[in-house]
């Protein structure tokens, strides 16, 4: 478990299977305690007891199985509120309390921003709490997810929303890719500097067993192929040397159809 301060909330991040983060959200002035995307129930447990707090909510981005399995054992445990939205309540396990996407509301003195971001299904949202973004499975460290409902269009338009998040902005992600996106981008980014130093800075976490999660938005925008589209000298240098047209999107559709084949 690594924990990480931010100035009105504590975020415990717990690594679980082989490469999901369960995140717990402690709120500093008041005792809510959220559980992102729990794929499991037990490290959940063991993480509260240890830390001596009872969650209080549940927050699904998502619908599948490895960011909701432990919803049942922690609601039947803390008869705690699990919180999703509305467009997918009928495929979120004990869903109770349902939210619009791109609504805003607060749970104690956690102030949420809740952002529709469909593409990897249609359904998923991402939570913004102050200077930290929780956001499933859209983006991932270097990479997105891949678009299981949704159109390129949606995924686009979703990553582009995350993109206009303030730099220092902490992306806490459900997966442990960074490494192997970080692969995929080498291979169209070469020049990079920035993504140069990020796979030396990446490499040496990993090998020290530590997370590459948290990064930053601002991280992200420099190093991240499927945020590149929104430079247009990237997607100029791109189009060129792929034969497709240099318009963001059709940017964006090539490499993740590529990224899909890596």
């Not at 009872?54 to 927050?59: A, S």
């Not at 582009?160 to 995929?184: G, I, R, S």
Request: aromatic fraction near 10%; charge should be neutral; proline fraction near 5%.
């Amino acid at each position: 478990m690594w924990t990480y301060q931010h100035k009105y909330f504590i975020v415990h991040q717990l690594p679980v299977l082989q490469d999901n983060y369960i995140y717990i959200i402690q709120d500093r002035h008041s005792p809510v305690v959220c559980v992102v995307d729990p794929a499991l129930a037990k490290p959940v447990i063991e993480a509260c007891t240890q830390l001596n707090i009872t969650p209080t909510h549940i927050l699904n981005t998502h619908h599948h199985w490895d960011h909701t399995d432990g919803n049942q054992q922690l609601v039947q445990t803390y008869q705690c509120t699990v919180v999703g939205n509305q467009d997918d309540a009928s495929r979120i396990p004990y869903i109770k309390q349902t939210i619009t996407a791109n609504s805003n509301f607060s749970l104690g003195h956690l102030h949420i921003q809740s952002l529709e971001v469909y593409g990897h299904t249609l359904g998923h949202i991402a939570f913004v709490i102050d200077d930290a973004l929780f956001c499933g499975d859209t983006l991932f460290g270097a990479g997105c997810g891949r678009l299981f409902e949704g159109s390129f269009a949606q995924m686009w338009q979703s990553l582009q929303k995350l993109a206009a998040l303030d730099k220092p902005t902490k992306v806490y992600c459900a997966h442990e890719y960074t490494l192997v996106n970080l692969a995929f981008a080498q291979s169209v980014d070469a020049d990079n500097i920035y993504l140069q130093q990020r796979i030396r800075n990446d490499k040496n976490k990993r090998l020290h067993k530590q997370p590459t999660i948290p990064s930053t938005i601002g991280l992200e925008l420099q190093t991240n192929p499927f945020l590149r589209p929104l430079d247009p000298k990237f997607c100029s240098t791109y189009s060129q040397t792929h034969a497709v047209e240099t318009k963001p999107l059709q940017v964006f559709t090539a490499l993740r159809e590529a990224r899909n084949h890596f």
